[in-house]
């Protein structure tokens, strides 16, 4: 069996073989209590699927109470758009082929930022993340397994989508566009995961120490300052954010496969996702 989620998500699965389980596996994690333990494969997958969830949860909760936050509409106007929604419906008729369309470019614009690509085009893998977000963090070395194993063969896109209560995920998100904009967003969007705890879940500004990580990667920093200064940029994001809403994700990460909402809960089942989309 591959191995699952890792990172800052519990539990602490213990090796089994110390020689042969990977450096990360037996690492003591926060939110455990600090213990090690040898489990039963089944208690682990249990005990791993919850910590998901919570995380799952946590996010889709604060994405809600944003949301609500920043409604303003009147409820006339509401009326006016349910309205508006109904007529449209009815004019696309039962088969909703329009609703489709909008969907597919929704999901994967021609901006949209490719880690990798597959040249038939047959499998799409789409994640809507926060660079802030635990979870998406602990997704991080899953995502980077698979598409080592499906080079090639899968295509992989990103989509921001920064959580408003995580204080430095829009500083992240504009760090990474800004580096995008000198054909280097893959290398930032690694060091904001590799580094997420250097900067995660604090309320100072990490400003600073988005510029070092700019430094690091050697790009003209004159450049990646306006880039992370421009309007433009948060705009882009922006943007993404919003299809998201639109395509119906609450929470991060958000996984779609071929347009296909998914919730993978360990490598294995998002392996076996991916396989049938590859025999389909």
């Given at each position: 069996m591959e191995p699952?989620?890792?990172?800052?998500?519990?539990?602490?699965?213990?090796?089994?073989?110390?020689a042969a389980v990977p450096a990360w596996r037996g690492r003591l994690l926060p939110g455990c209590g600090g213990r090690r333990a040898v489990e039963s494969s089944e208690e682990r997958t249990a005990a791993r699927r919850s910590?998901?969830?919570?995380?799952?949860?946590?996010?889709?909760?604060q994405e809600v109470r944003r949301r609500n936050l920043a409604i303003t509409a009147t409820v006339v106007a509401a009326f006016v758009l349910v309205v508006g929604a109904v007529f449209v419906i009815g004019k696309v008729g039962p088969g909703g082929g329009e609703a489709v369309a909008a969907g597919e470019s929704r999901l994967v614009r021609a901006d949209s930022h490719r880690l990798q690509t597959a040249a038939d085009g047959?499998?799409?893998?789409?994640?809507?993340?926060d660079f802030e977000c635990e979870a998406?963090?602990?997704?991080?070395?899953m995502v980077e397994q698979l598409r080592a194993r499906y080079a090639g063969k899968v295509t992989f896109v990103t989509r921001y989508f920064p959580i408003a209560s995580h204080f430095n995920a829009e500083r992240a998100a504009r760090a990474v566009e800004a580096a995008a904009r000198q054909g280097r967003f893959e290398a930032m969007y690694r060091r904001m995961f590799e580094s997420q705890k250097e900067w995660g879940e604090k309320r100072i500004p990490a400003d600073e120490i988005f510029r070092g990580y700019a430094k690091a990667l050697g790009l003209?920093?004159?450049?990646?300052?306006?880039a992370y200064a421009d309007p433009a940029t948060l705009d882009r994001i922006r943007k993404d954010a919003?299809?998201?809403?639109?395509?119906?994700?609450?929470?991060?990460?958000?996984?779609?496969?071929?347009?296909?909402?998914?919730?993978?809960?360990?490598?294995?089942?998002?392996?076996?996702?991916?396989?049938?989309?590859?025999?389909?």
């Amino acid at each position: 069996m591959e191995p699952a989620v890792r990172g800052p998500v519990p539990p602490c699965p213990g090796p089994r073989a110390p020689a042969a389980v990977p450096a990360w596996r037996g690492r003591l994690l926060p939110g455990c209590g600090g213990r090690r333990a040898v489990e039963s494969s089944e208690e682990r997958t249990a005990a791993r699927r919850s910590k998901v969830d919570a995380l799952r949860a946590e996010s889709r909760r604060q994405e809600v109470r944003r949301r609500n936050l920043a409604i303003t509409a009147t409820v006339v106007a509401a009326f006016v758009l349910v309205v508006g929604a109904v007529f449209v419906i009815g004019k696309v008729g039962p088969g909703g082929g329009e609703a489709v369309a909008a969907g597919e470019s929704r999901l994967v614009r021609a901006d949209s930022h490719r880690l990798q690509t597959a040249a038939d085009g047959k499998v799409t893998v789409v994640e809507f993340l926060d660079f802030e977000c635990e979870a998406c963090g602990a997704y991080f070395p899953m995502v980077e397994q698979l598409r080592a194993r499906y080079a090639g063969k899968v295509t992989f896109v990103t989509r921001y989508f920064p959580i408003a209560s995580h204080f430095n995920a829009e500083r992240a998100a504009r760090a990474v566009e800004a580096a995008a904009r000198q054909g280097r967003f893959e290398a930032m969007y690694r060091r904001m995961f590799e580094s997420q705890k250097e900067w995660g879940e604090k309320r100072i500004p990490a400003d600073e120490i988005f510029r070092g990580y700019a430094k690091a990667l050697g790009l003209d920093m004159a450049a990646w300052e306006k880039a992370y200064a421009d309007p433009a940029t948060l705009d882009r994001i922006r943007k993404d954010a919003a299809d998201g809403e639109a395509l119906g994700v609450q929470g991060t990460p958000t996984f779609f496969l071929n347009g296909k909402k998914i919730q993978p809960q360990s490598y294995d089942e998002f392996k076996a996702a991916i396989d049938a989309a590859l025999a389909g």
